[in-house]
């Protein structure tokens, strides 16, 4: 295991020995995943949607207490437009508060709302966003720390589609908390590339998609390996609500429904449902539904422990810190 090498706003925050955060993949992130990356010295994130009940996210919660023996993690909450959706949110929360959770990232909409209750809790906050506005106002909000996700990323990285290096070089710079920066991630020399921009450390989501604690299918993980960072597409334009996701038959449907105008999303809807990722996941499918990827994914060239990934990315951080420095 790669000794502690970069001291970090990131690193203190969380108590990490490396500034690398995993942010949140719905299905994907359980107590094997997030475990496996708090063991390796990174900050991980549960995703309480991911699972069928209440129940089953506590019981997820406590598991994953005992894989990092007793060891902080996070977990990640969806903010919602609207009400009724975070009604259920507040139900995650309520759960990670009462089960000593230490930390949360927030996407989606801006936690202002819940933030009271969270602080109370001791619980420390990180927002994910998409622009240095949304960064601004997160910060404004009362978050310790904001993501920013640059146009690379996989899921929701937003309308703008800025870039991450653009987004390092602006955001950073305008605000007075930690800055993670996010989108096409995957190596250390990014990671030294990501401190230089004043970021506290960088996120990985794509890139372990193949890490062994991920439970989908190895046929899936196989697929991410071969990709290559031309192999994403950006699908759901027509409704401003722009989603990278992984180019496969399913993703050409929805583009050429896209470019016929159609705006009814009910003829989406068989196409895009979040159960039917799943499925890719569970079955290895990988044409199945339109599975969230970034192009960081081109980095991840091989299905290993997520404590061998984290090796080969702080190996290659301090071998690209060495050339900076001239002592190769």
């Given at each position: 295991?790669?000794?502690?090498?970069?001291?970090?706003?990131?690193?203190?925050?969380?108590?990490?020995?490396?500034?690398?955060?995993?942010g949140g993949m719905m299905w994907l992130s359980n107590a094997d995943y997030v475990g496996a990356?708090?063991?390796?010295?990174?900050?991980?994130?549960?995703?309480?949607?991911?699972?069928?009940?209440?129940?089953?996210?506590?019981?997820?919660?406590?598991?994953?207490?005992?894989?990092?023996?007793?060891?902080?993690?996070?977990?990640?909450?969806?903010?919602?437009?609207?009400?009724?959706?975070?009604?259920?949110?507040?139900?995650?929360?309520?759960?990670?508060?009462?089960?000593?959770?230490?930390?949360?990232?927030?996407?989606?909409?801006?936690?202002?709302?819940?933030?009271?209750?969270?602080?109370?809790?001791?619980?420390?906050?990180?927002?994910?966003?998409?622009?240095?506005?949304?960064?601004?106002?997160?910060?404004?909000?009362?978050?310790?720390?904001?993501?920013?996700?640059?146009?690379?990323?996989?899921?929701h990285p937003g309308m703008q589609l800025i870039g991450t290096m653009v987004q390092g070089a602006?955001?950073?710079?305008?605000?007075?908390?930690?800055?993670?920066?996010?989108?096409?991630?995957?190596?250390?020399?990014?990671?030294?590339?990501?401190?230089?921009?004043?970021?506290?450390?960088?996120?990985?989501?794509?890139?372990?998609?193949?890490?062994?604690?991920?439970?989908?299918?190895?046929?899936?993980?196989?697929?991410?390996?071969?990709?290559?960072?031309?192999?994403?597409?950006?699908?759901?334009?027509?409704?401003?609500?722009?989603?990278?996701?992984?180019?496969?038959?399913?993703?050409?449907?929805?583009?050429?429904?896209?470019?016929?105008?159609?705006?009814?999303?009910?003829?989406?809807?068989?196409?895009?449902?979040?159960?039917?990722?799943?499925?890719a996941y569970e079955s290895g499918d990988w044409n199945l539904g339109t599975p969230s990827v970034?192009?960081?994914?081109?980095?991840?060239?091989?299905?290993?422990?997520?404590?061998?990934?984290?090796?080969?990315?702080?190996?290659?951080?301090?071998?690209?810190?060495?050339?900076?420095?001239?002592?190769?």
């Amino acid at each position: 295991m790669t000794p502690r090498t970069f001291k970090t706003p990131i690193t203190e925050l969380f108590g990490i020995r490396h500034p690398l955060i995993c942010g949140g993949m719905m299905w994907l992130s359980n107590a094997d995943y997030v475990g496996a990356v708090v063991n390796g010295g990174g900050m991980g994130f549960i995703t309480p949607r991911s699972f069928p009940t209440l129940d089953d996210f506590r019981n997820e919660l406590r598991r994953c207490f005992e894989i990092t023996q007793g060891g902080q993690f996070g977990v990640n909450l969806y903010v919602s437009a609207r009400p009724e959706a975070n009604e259920q949110l507040t139900r995650f929360l309520d759960i990670a508060i009462e089960e000593g959770v230490g930390f949360v990232e927030t996407a989606g909409y801006s936690p202002r709302e819940f933030l009271p209750r969270i602080k109370d809790a001791g619980i420390k906050v990180i927002h994910k966003c998409t622009s240095l506005r949304h960064a601004v106002s997160a910060e404004k909000a009362g978050v310790d720390a904001v993501i920013i996700l640059g146009a690379e990323a996989g899921g929701h990285p937003g309308m703008q589609l800025i870039g991450t290096m653009v987004q390092g070089a602006q955001v950073p710079q305008a605000l007075s908390i930690p800055v993670v920066l996010a989108g096409g991630m995957g190596t250390g020399r990014q990671l030294v590339a990501c401190l230089a921009l004043g970021a506290g450390g960088m996120l990985l989501a794509s890139r372990m998609i193949v890490a062994s604690e991920i439970w989908a299918h190895d046929d899936y993980k196989r697929r991410v390996a071969e990709m290559d960072a031309a192999d994403t597409r950006i699908i759901m334009t027509i409704f401003g609500d722009n989603s990278r996701v992984m180019a496969n038959e399913t993703a050409d449907r929805v583009l050429a429904l896209e470019a016929d105008g159609v705006d009814d999303f009910e003829a989406y809807r068989g196409l895009v449902a979040g159960e039917i990722q799943r499925q890719a996941y569970e079955s290895g499918d990988w044409n199945l539904g339109t599975p969230s990827v970034g192009q960081g994914g081109s980095f991840a060239d091989r299905i290993e422990p997520v404590e061998v990934i984290f090796d080969r990315i702080m190996a290659d951080a301090v071998a690209a810190r060495r050339t900076i420095e001239g002592t190769r």
